[in-house]
């Protein structure tokens, strides 16, 4: 919001939540004409062969390793706003990514669904302690306690193309994780309701980020706050980051042992891959955090690098797979055709642009001192 004021944040939050929630439903529909695809990694290959699946399922990993990176980065900052940082950045780190490792580490899924609830709850709740808090002061917490100061809020903002294309991947990414449904249209006892979950879940989604992003901004503007509410989110960035990594192992556990014994049996093979996968990419997500601790950062590289492609583009690329003949249809259905054909590029210019944007971000954040250097103790939370 800051980046691109309210109406620009606005219009963007609003513009992603919709297209988001249009392309989840491509995907649902095509794997409901296509039963035989249970992953995104199986779309790809459908319309695109082996190489379009390997590059598919390898950007998926990736996504979640990231997301799961910024979780450990969302756990790393509130032990230090909650311990006034008590200790080393790192550490803090370090121990998050060995609970966070840890908690993933349960095998079946549905044993550790019941988090998700908790995770959620706990999310909301800080976030709406935080929008309500804003509204009760006279002045932001971070900004200067006498005297005038600028709030830093616009109608519309004028960001550089590297911080509005930063700003632009941040939002996008809150909504486009949506390949991480797919799994759950195969546990449903009529997967053509998929739809009805979706929209509930997506329109609640955009709802409750754009109105508690346009308070928080309202009230705050460019002053960030050092979130009292970190012990009750605690839970939720925790249970968030659990559940990105256990998606990305167990999308490599079942491609490593698949046609083999090992994958449903408990075998020493079995239970040493599955450790392995969940605490080496802990470990990677670590690093990553490390070298890029800053959240918005991580998010936005998420966004660009991996859910650009395969959120957009790829399913531009399915919907013509199914509709091919429209573009000799009439012409209402050679104007969706073209649309559809237009989200490959729009995906693409989001890989670069956006990739670009967070690499310029992120040199300029190490040149200016706001990333001391990768894996430094120094407290993230900008409250200290």
Not at 134 to 157: K, M
Not at 188 to 201: E, G, I, Q, T, V
Not at 357 to 381: P, R
């Amino acid at each position: 919001m800051s980046s691109l004021g309210a109406i620009g944040g606005a219009l963007s939050v609003l513009g992603w939540g919709m297209l988001n929630t249009y392309t989840a439903m491509v995907q649902g529909d095509f794997r409901n004409n296509h039963r035989h695809c249970h992953s995104i990694a199986d779309m790809a290959q459908e319309v695109g062969g082996w190489v379009t699946k390997e590059i598919a399922g390898g950007l998926f990993i990736i996504a979640y390793v990231l997301c799961s990176g910024s979780g450990i980065v969302g756990v790393s900052i509130g032990l230090n706003a909650l311990s006034t940082h008590a200790a080393c950045t790192v550490w803090w780190a370090f121990l998050a990514t060995m609970v966070v490792s840890g908690t993933a580490s349960v095998r079946k899924f549905h044993q550790i669904g019941w988090l998700t609830w908790a995770g959620f709850i706990s999310i909301f709740a800080a976030v709406l302690i935080v929008v309500i808090a804003v509204t009760t002061r006279d002045r932001p917490a971070a900004a200067p306690a006498t005297g005038e100061y600028d709030l830093g809020f616009y109608a519309v903002a004028h960001p550089s193309f590297a911080a509005g294309m930063v700003a632009t991947c941040t939002i996008f990414v809150s909504s486009a994780g949506t390949s991480a449904f797919l799994p759950v249209i195969s546990e449903m006892k009529n997967p053509r309701d998929f739809r009805k979950a979706l929209f509930l879940c997506m329109s609640l989604v955009t709802a409750a980020y754009l109105a508690f992003s346009l308070v928080v901004y309202r009230w705050c503007g460019q002053w960030t706050v050092k979130m009292v509410a970190y012990g009750v989110g605690l839970v939720g960035l925790i249970v968030s980051a659990c559940l990105y990594l256990h998606v990305a192992a167990k999308y490599c556990f079942v491609r490593v042992l698949r046609r083999t014994r090992h994958l449903q049996e408990n075998t020493i093979t079995h239970w040493v891959t599955w450790l392995g996968l969940t605490f080496g990419l802990g470990a990677l997500s670590f690093v990553l955090a490390m070298a890029i601790p800053i959240f918005q950062y991580l998010i936005a590289l998420t966004g660009s690098i991996c859910f650009a492609p395969l959120a957009v583009s790829l399913l531009g690329w399915l919907w013509i797979y199914d509709h091919k003949f429209w573009y000799q249809g009439t012409a209402l259905q050679q104007a969706v055709f073209w649309f559809h054909a237009f989200l490959i590029p729009l995906g693409l210019f989001i890989l670069v642009g956006g990739t670009y944007g967070v690499v310029e971000e992120i040199i300029q954040a190490y040149a200016d001192g706001t990333i001391g250097s990768a894996f430094s103790c120094a407290d993230n939370t900008g409250s200290t």
